[in-house]
């Protein structure tokens, strides 16, 4: 038998192996580095950044819920400076790949911080986070309405023009997510990330008051797993050609064979690493194993398997 | 690599044994070598449950004390833990020989004087846990070490013989006056420190009695390490969900998590006020 070719391609960005950190989840990088060496995995992505700092939601700003957990952070961050100055530069000395993760609090906004990175080498692909629950105003998340997230897309790819891939980050909170996925592949996305957080509420029923202090959060963790497969899946059906990086709820490489069976070119373990900071490796380790044993002869040909013969 | 969680490593430890104490379980394991690179005041993140619990998150406990076994580089650690939630419940009933999956050690921790000096030991309810170890530590260095607990009531308080032995001086005080003197664990600081008896205050407890401690040893001039709490879902820096204001040198404020740049800080940097309140 040869090979298992367990390399991905999301649009034209090219890596090594499918398995990915997720946006939020993995900080600047240095504190897993205790962990793994960051060069192992398919590619860091990194958190939001924004154009300023963020000190983010008050707390308590986490609850744990029924295989999940519910989160309102608020894009705490120190801003587009602060980020090129320190994390970016420890990142590429790490040899990591970077998939960088961008917010903006309004369309011009997500191209300045595009322009920002343009000029940095080193970057494997920008990812367009339209999609994060946790801002005060729920008007701002932009992958919840088809005009505002093509308008910040567009922006995004004439900023850049064809040098860096861009991937656009969906919300799962939509009526249709097809609707929304095929106009930011129209605006000019090369690939999709899907899911981000499924907007949830916990009520203390102690104090008899919302636990968190923003009230409302994101909610993470296994418990939305079967979320993210009938979103890819959907997508993966409605935009065949299109690549899509696939996360929610991926703890062991069984969920990721899932997601990749439903149509995602890439994997992306969040929440897992807060229960298991090693949860990464063991899921990357442990696909190849499992693509090898139902004889796939790469990556490439197990995704979207599920949707044979339709 | 980076400096965060250096010592930190992810073991598989073992219960040697497990006892309660009031309202409290004593639970003691074995680390193997971590134990070198542990202080006073570093904690644990234990995964709780079993393998295919709904409990996703680790919980993170102050380590009490730890002891060496000389003779062969390792040593056992021991944690506090009130039966509160389900986690710490699992946690509470794992019998002797169990296999409990811990990263340690992590965060910061108390600073050890570098000349003799005279401690202050406020405890909070259990709190006083990590306390009893830091005690050992600063009287094997020569300081004087003069603890005070308190709790609402007397089955709340965490004070075990044992530990009491590295004290020069052990007061309780429960507000409703069924242990000890009546009253809150603050009310004697003041007092103690105006005698001349206080160099430096070390405390761990509920987060107003931190508070209410730091605004006295600012008042009084007197340095205050205390060991913050804030529920968090990773314990080594990556999900933001454990963040306190605290004020840097340059007169910011900035949330930083508790577990990486705490649980121990100084007392005075921390913005109490701004605890729970949205920070521009």
């Known amino acids: 038998m040869s090979e298992l070719d367990f390399s991905t391609t999301l649009g034209p960005a090219w890596f090594p192996t499918p398995v990915f950190t997720a946006s939020g989840c993995a900080s600047s ?35 744990e819920t029924p295989s999940g957990m519910l989160n309102s952070i608020g894009l705490q961050g120190p801003g587009i400076d602060a980020f090129l100055a320190d994390d970016i530069p420890w990142l590429l000395e790490q040899n990591a790949r970077l998939i ?12 300045v911080l595009a322009r ?17 629950p946790n801002v005060e105003n729920r008007g701002l998340v932009f992958a919840c309405d088809p005009n505002a997230s093509r308008a910040v897309v567009e922006g995004v790819r004439r900023t850049l023009g064809g040098d860096i891939p861009i991937i656009v980050k969906l919300s799962p909170d939509v009526t249709d997510i097809t609707e929304i996925a095929r106009g930011v592949v129209d605006a000019g996305a090369d690939a999709l990330s899907l899911i981000n957080t499924v907007l949830g509420m916990v009520i203390n029923v102690d104090t008899m008051r919302p636990h968190l202090a923003g009230k409302t959060g994101g909610l993470s963790g296994p418990a939305i797993r079967p979320i993210a497969v009938r979103n890819i899946y959907q997508v993966h059906q409605a935009l065949p050609k299109t690549p899509i990086l696939g996360m929610g709820g991926v703890r062991s490489a069984r969920d990721a064979f899932e997601l990749i069976l439903a149509g995602a070119s890439g994997i992306s373990v969040g929440t897992a690493t807060f229960s298991n900071p090693v949860t990464i ?22 995704v979207g398997f599920a949707h044979r013969n339709e | 690599m980076s400096s965060i969680n250096r010592h930190a490593k992810h073991i598989t430890a073992t219960v040697v044994g497990n006892k309660r104490i009031g309202q409290y379980h004593q639970i003691l394991l074995s680390v193997g070598d971590i134990i070198q690179s542990t202080h006073p005041g570093n904690f644990v993140a234990i995964s709780v449950g079993g ?90 260095r020569g300081c004087r070490v003069d603890m005070i607990l308190g709790a609402s009531t007397a089955s709340k308080i965490y004070a075990p013989i044992e530990g009491t032995r590295s004290v ?53 001039d007197v340095v205050h390490q205390c060991a913050v709490e804030e529920s968090m879902a990773c314990g080594i820096g990556i999900c933001m969900t454990c963040v306190l204001p605290v004020e ?33």
Not at chain 1, 39 to 59: D, F, H, Q, Y
Not at chain 1, 283 to 298: C, D, M, P, T, Y
Request: hydrophobic residues 45%; charged residues 20%; neutral net charge.
């Open chain 2, 51 to 140: 393998e295919n619990s709904a409990m996703i998150l680790r919980r993170a406990f102050a380590i009490s004390r730890i002891s060496h076994r000389s003779d062969r580089g390792d040593g056992t650690m021991e944690l506090i833990v009130a039966p509160h939630g389900s986690g710490s419940r699992w946690l509470c009933t794992q019998p002797e020989g169990a296999s409990l999956d811990v990263i340690a050690p992590l965060g910061t921790a108390f600073g050890i004087p570098t000349a003799p000096a005279q401690a202050l030991l406020v405890g909070g309810g259990y709190g006083s846990a990590p306390l009893f170890g830091l005690a050992e530590v600063l009287k094997s």
């Open chain 1, 281 to 302: 490796i063991n899921v990357q380790k442990e696909l190849r194993e499992i693509l090898a044993a139902k004889g796939f002869a790469s990556v490439r040909d197990a």
């Open chain 2, 168 to 220: 020069n001086s052990l007061k309780i005080y429960t507000e409703d006056a069924s242990a000890g003197i009546s009253g809150k664990v603050i009310d004697p600081i003041p007092g103690l420190i105006q005698e001349g008896l206080v160099d430096v205050i070390y405390s761990c407890g509920p987060m107003a009695m931190l508070a209410a401690i730091s605004r006295i040893a600012l008042s009084l």
């Open chain 1, 29 to 63: 990088g240095k504190e897993l580095s205790q962990f793994f060496p960051l060069n192992a995995i398919g590619a860091v992505v990194t958190k939001s950044i924004m154009l300023k700092a963020r000190p983010g939601r008050p707390t308590p700003r986490m609850a």
């Open chain 1, 116 to 132: 920002r990175l343009r000029s940095i080498g080193g970057i494997s692909a920008i990812e367009v986070n339209i999609s994060c």
């Open chain 1, 100 to 111: 960088v993760s961008i917010a903006g609090e309004n369309v011009e906004e997500y191209s």
């Open chain 2, 248 to 280: 840097n040198s340059e007169g910011e404020t900035k949330m930083l998590r508790s577990c990486i740049d705490g649980p121990v800080m100084d007392g005075a940097d921390v913005k109490w006020d701004l605890v729970g309140k949205v920070v521009k």
